[in-house]
Nanobody
Framework: QVQLAESGGGLVQPGGSLRLSCAASGRTSDNVDMGWFRQAPGKAREYVAAITRSGISTYYADSVRGRFTISRDTAKNTVYLQMTSLKPEDTAVYYC???????????????????WGQGTQVTVSS
C-alpha cells in the first residue's frame, strides 16, 4: 500500500507561480512511478505530468509543457509540481497518483494509477 498526501495549493493571480508537493509513504512507496492529474468543476480528470521512479524521465501534457515542471526527491519520497505562468484555466483540484514502477504503460491514463491523494485546490484568479 502507498499513501499520498498533497500540499501547496492556494489562490494565485494569473501569471503567478505555485509549487505542489506530494509525499508518499508506505511499504512500497519507493518503488512507484508517479503522476499529477487535475479536475476542474464539471470536467473530467485531466492528466498533467508524470515522472519515473528514478526521477530521470518526465512527461507532460501539451497544455502545461514549458510552464510546469515535475521533479522528485527520492530521499524524501516526495514529488513536486512547480507551476509557473499560471492561467485561470489551470484552476482545478490537483491530485497526486502513484503506480508500481514498470515500463510501457500509458502514463496519461488515470486508470493506470493505483493510489491517489486527497487533492489540493489551485485557484488562479485576479
Amino acid at each position: 500500500q502507498v499513501q499520498l498526501a498533497e500540499s501547496g495549493g492556494g489562490l494565485v493571480q494569473p501569471g503567478g507561480s505555485l509549487r505542489l508537493s506530494c509525499a508518499a509513504s508506505g511499504r512500497t512507496s519507493d518503488n512507484v512511478d508517479m503522476g499529477w492529474f487535475r479536475q476542474a468543476p464539471g470536467k473530467a480528470r485531466e492528466y498533467v505530468a508524470a515522472i519515473t521512479r528514478s526521477g530521470i524521465s518526465t512527461y507532460y501534457a501539451d497544455s502545461v509543457r514549458g510552464r510546469f515542471t515535475i521533479s522528485r526527491d527520492t530521499a524524501k519520497n516526495t514529488v513536486y509540481l512547480q507551476m509557473t505562468s499560471l492561467k485561470p484555466e489551470d484552476t482545478a483540484v490537483y491530485y497526486c497518483a502513484a503506480t508500481p514502477a514498470r515500463y510501457g504503460f500509458s502514463r496519461h491514463r488515470a486508470g493506470e494509477y493505483d493510489y491517489w491523494g486527497q487533492g489540493t485546490q489551485v485557484t488562479v484568479s485576479s
